[in-house]
């Protein structure tokens, strides 16, 4: 018996057939209903790893069967189809992600057999980092997690970093990582930032948290690369030196007055230029006290490290955040790049941020990047930047440096 299971709603028998022929076609075991009450009996007993929904149903529409599925806590991979068009799609997968279900595309009818055959595959395929297997932390909200067990996980140095690597768009040279926490918790596994990240902030815990995930990246870029062909050494260790290394910041740490001088100290001990840190904050972040905000950010910029602002075109203030705060940086939010192969409004959201972007003096990055269709389209509109899934997961401490040394050498070698 496969694990692969397809449930599929849609009122037309002739599509629901359709989709049977293909998803049977790479391996998948298929149940077709036509009606809501149907589909939910067999979603209970059957167990489906993913699920086919078309929009516009007669009984019960497909956005009402999209919330009724995040209140199971419904982890399938959701495949949204419908003809009402593009925007209408767009907005449902928006919508169904927001409620936090799986989403592993849209399928705008009428369809071919390779669109719907390459999203089955595509989300089938998708497992956790190359940085070790994550617990499911998507699919188990975890709320028995206690501050005590998260403080004694801190005292005993339990939290480890991924890093994942950020490449030119013009010619795929490594321009530096971004650094991700992991919680490598005896008891539970390798859990991923949102299964303790909020506990952490609420409890008080996230600045030294913090401090922590920064000394551990700060000290992995000052080890260096180890790099050992005489040859090439010279120029491979300057690229390597001139390689960023960007971390998320936490609102809570911008009212830790002693922050600035914790991070210069670190970066002074490990031999780290503060112009290779890349401190990335979120517009929500940045928001919550405004002042101590744009203190903060300020004096950081002036000791000459890097400022973010992540997941851009997401929120309500982004133009706001990205006019009164010192920025270098802005990251096009993935909902954006991961839509951008099927989706024109998409396309046009993104040109105009790094347009943007660039008018204002700052570099644009791109996250999310999973085929060479999207790589080719952020070429064309001047992306400085990209990171994804197609270029590399987020890696371990030592495939990391691999990754980069490989990178290197093949760029200089003219590969």
Request: charged fraction near 25%.
């Amino acid at each position: 018996m496969t694990d692969k299971r397809l449930l599929i709603l849609d009122d037309d028998p002739l599509i629901g057939q359709t989709m049977e022929a293909i998803a049977r076609s790479v391996g998948f075991e298929v149940v077709i209903t036509l009606q809501a009450a149907e589909f939910f009996r067999q979603l209970d007993g059957w167990g489906p790893s993913h699920i086919a929904i078309d929009l516009v149903m007669p009984d019960m529409d497909g956005v009402e069967v999209l919330v009724e599925l995040a209140r199971r806590g419904c982890n399938a991979h959701i495949i949204i189809s419908s003809g009402v068009g593009s925007r209408v799609l767009d907005a449902a997968a928006r919508s169904a992600k927001e409620h936090g279900l799986p989403i592993a595309g849209v399928l705008a009818k009428p369809f071919s057999p390779g669109d719907l055959r390459e999203l089955l595959v595509k989300s089938g395929s998708v497992s956790g980092s190359s940085g070790g297997q994550l617990a499911a932390s998507t699919d188990r909200s975890f709320n028995d997690i206690t501050e005590q067990e998260l403080a004694v996980a801190l005292e005993n140095h339990e939290f480890e970093l991924v890093y994942q690597p950020k490449v030119f768009c013009t010619n795929g040279i490594l321009a530096g990582f971004e650094a991700l926490v992991r919680w490598n918790s005896p008891k539970r596994g390798l859990l991923a930032p949102n299964a303790f990240i909020s506990l952490a902030e609420t409890s008080g815990l996230i600045r030294p948290m913090t401090r922590e995930i920064i000394r551990m990246g700060i000290h992995w870029l000052g080890a260096g690369f180890d790099v050992d062909n005489e040859t090439t050494e010279s120029s491979c260790r300057q690229r390597l030196a001139d390689l960023t290394l960007s971390i998320n910041l936490s609102a809570r740490s911008l009212g830790d007055t002693e922050f600035i001088d914790f991070v210069v100290a670190e970066c002074m001990r490990a031999g780290v230029e503060t112009s290779c840190l890349v401190f990335e904050l979120t517009e929500t972040s940045a928001m919550e006290d405004p002042v101590a905000s744009l203190d903060l950010l300020t004096r950081l910029r002036m000791k000459g490290f890097k400022l973010s602002l992540d997941d851009f075109g997401t929120g309500y203030s982004s133009m706001l955040q990205l006019v009164r705060l010192p920025f270098s940086e802005i990251k096009v939010d993935k909902s954006f790049v991961m839509t951008a192969g099927r989706s024109e409004e998409s396309r046009t959201v993104i040109r105009s941020i790094v347009e943007l972007g660039h008018s204002l003096g700052l570099q644009a990055t791109a996250e999310g990047v999973e085929d060479e269709e999207t790589l080719s389209f952020l070429r064309e509109t001047g992306c400085d930047m990209a990171q994804g899934y197609l270029l590399s997961r987020p890696l371990d401490s030592e495939r990391a440096k691999a990754w980069g040394r490989r990178n290197i050498r093949q760029s200089l070698s003219g590969k």
